[in-house]
């Protein structure tokens, strides 16, 4: 039996051109998220990022049109993978907003790579200079204002405890889940991160 060319492709279709794109930058991200985590920001190069990419610097550079854009790519896929699993906005209440961040902080024992990553980009935007010191200012800004009002609410309710005030306490709470990364990235064994965070979340709730 003879085929002709149109039904050998359409029995096997090849990717268009946008899903070929798209596998392409996602091999790119993933390798700059190991490299940044390892060596950092400024550490990495482009053309290690690109031979782990299976890519040319070149090739790398049509998709991404510098290491600024690489490194913007890095940072919004994490934080859509932190909102995929937990997102801690439009939470109504106290108990699923602290019940969300400890499902969160269990999870980050089981992704050093990218606990890795993000201490390491946050240590090293502190410098106004850095690329990404704009993004992680208004970050923290934006988690703090999404947590505010539930714990305000919940210390209204007399479940959260109210001799600190709400922006503190959310201040209070990225402070430990960051502080405790650092921690834990050097001691994972001796460091319980989710079982210091447990702890620290029932210091700040009112036992009834």
Same mark, same amino acid.
């Given at each position: 039996?003879?085929?002709?060319?149109d039904?050998t492709n359409s =029995?096997? @279709?090849?990717?268009?051109?946008?899903?070929r794109?798209?596998?392409s930058? %996602?091999k790119?991200?993933?390798?700059?998220?190991?490299f940044f985590a390892k060596?950092?920001?400024?550490g /990495?190069?482009?053309a290690?990022? /690109?031979?782990?990419? +299976?890519l040319?610097? @070149?090739?790398l550079?049509?998709? *991404?049109p510098?290491? +600024?854009?690489l490194l913007m790519a $890095?940072l /919004?896929?994490?934080d =859509?993978m932190d909102?995929e =699993?937990?997102?801690?906005?439009?939470?109504?209440?106290?108990?699923?907003?602290?019940t969300?961040a400890?499902q969160?902080? &269990?999870h +980050?024992e089981t992704?050093p790579?990218?606990v890795?990553?993000?201490?390491t980009? $946050?240590a090293e935007?502190?410098q106004? &200079?850095h @690329?990404s010191? %704009?993004?992680f200012? #208004?970050?923290?800004q934006?988690? #703090? %204002?999404?947590?505010?009002?539930?714990l305000?609410?919940?210390?209204?309710k007399?479940k959260? =405890?109210a001799d600190?005030?709400a %922006?503190?306490? /959310?201040?209070?709470i990225y402070a430990?889940?960051?502080?405790?990364? $650092?921690?834990?990235?050097?001691?994972p064994e001796?460091?319980?991160m989710a079982?210091i *965070?447990e #702890?620290?979340i029932?210091?700040l709730?009112?036992?009834?």
């Amino acid at each position: 039996m003879l085929y002709n060319k149109d039904m050998t492709n359409s =029995r096997t @279709p090849r990717r268009t051109q946008a899903e070929r794109t798209r596998a392409s930058k %996602e091999k790119i991200i993933r390798a700059a998220m190991e490299f940044f985590a390892k060596q950092g920001y400024r550490g /990495a190069t482009l053309a290690e990022i /690109a031979k782990a990419a +299976n890519l040319t610097e @070149p090739g790398l550079l049509h998709h *991404f049109p510098s290491k +600024n854009h690489l490194l913007m790519a $890095v940072l /919004a896929e994490r934080d =859509r993978m932190d909102r995929e =699993r937990f997102d801690l906005s439009g939470m109504d209440d106290e108990e699923a907003l602290f019940t969300s961040a400890q499902q969160l902080v &269990e999870h +980050n024992e089981t992704v050093p790579g990218l606990v890795k990553l993000f201490t390491t980009l $946050v240590a090293e935007s502190v410098q106004e &200079e850095h @690329p990404s010191h %704009e993004f992680f200012m #208004r970050r923290y800004q934006k988690v #703090r %204002e999404q947590v505010i009002d539930v714990l305000r609410d919940g210390q209204e309710k007399g479940k959260v =405890r109210a001799d600190i005030s709400a %922006e503190d306490l /959310a201040v209070m709470i990225y402070a430990m889940m960051d502080g405790l990364q $650092v921690q834990w990235l050097y001691e994972p064994e001796k460091i319980d991160m989710a079982g210091i *965070f447990e #702890r620290f979340i029932q210091l700040l709730q009112v036992k009834l």
